[in-house]
């Protein structure tokens, strides 16, 4: 069984339909930390090549040094850009215990992007990924919200991780406002556990023992605002005639012609198409 096919398997139809947006899954030694993206690899994308910010940051303690502290300017066949990797800044600042943060891996990272590619197959959701380099004993985030599933590989080193997982402390939207003061789960991962957290846990995690890097896949379902936009650009689509020559119409006609437009679109649309549709806006941007 290849990697991807070993993560994918985790979210099969007994996860999803007894655990999924419930509850915290922690699988141990489910991955192979060894087929992801190494801080080898990582070491030599800051010290040669195109990579620009903010696909990295930098955090400590869920603040970000000034991004010149960090990047320097290079020559691109004749042109000067700003925004790439300082090497040395970046080492120095982690090693007085800011994180390194890369962002939206799967844009410059084949693997990563077929496992995100993977996951989406068999999820109603847009994945994002990231990963998260933080040195010992160091939390490059807050405790906060994600407004999304969070799925977690651990890579290198352990990391102890925090929830909390109040009902009240649990929203749709991402957010700081955590009242960190009472984890409800305290646990530590080794590299090739996986932890799965529902949409809208709260959570940290800190370096424990030495540095500690992690691979985190974002799982965004559809909400409420984009399945609207997705019902909205089906209504474009369709009533050209209305969207086009609005303006031959009073406003009184106007109003009850998109009302019943709209009213016709939505129960026209099966569930799994418009979800489909949401999710192909989603995953576009």
Known sequence: MSESDRLVSLLDDDFMDSRWGRDHVIWRGAADPTTY???????????????????????????????????????????????????????????????????????????????????????????????????AEQRGMLPHRDAAHVLAIQLVGR????????????????????????????????????????HGWPHDAVASGGESMHLTFTLTEPSPEDLVEALVERFTTAQTDLVHRHHARSLESKTREVQAALRHEAQDLASDEWVGLALAAMRKR
């Not at 955590?178 to 957290?197: I, Q």
């Open 37 to 135: 993206i190494d801080l080898e690899e990582i070491n030599a994308r800051l010290d040669a090549s195109l990579l620009r910010w903010p696909y990295f940051t930098l955090l400590r303690h869920g603040e970000q040094p000034p991004v010149h502290t960090y990047t320097s300017r290079r020559d691109v066949i004749g042109h000067k850009r700003d925004g790439f990797p300082a090497p040395g800044a970046i080492r120095r600042l982690m090693a007085d215990g800011a994180s390194l943060k890369l962002n939206q891996l799967a844009d410059w990272h084949r693997p990563t992007r077929d496992l995100r590619d993977r996951l989406e197959a068999v999820t109603s959701a847009a994945v994002q990924s990231y990963v998260f380099w933080t040195p």
């Open 159 to 198: 990391k102890e991780w925090h929830l909390y997982a109040e009902p009240e402390q649990v929203a749709s939207t991402a957010g700081l406002d955590v009242d960190a003061s009472r984890p409800t789960h305290t646990f530590v991962l080794e590299p090739g556990d996986v932890l799965y957290l529902p």
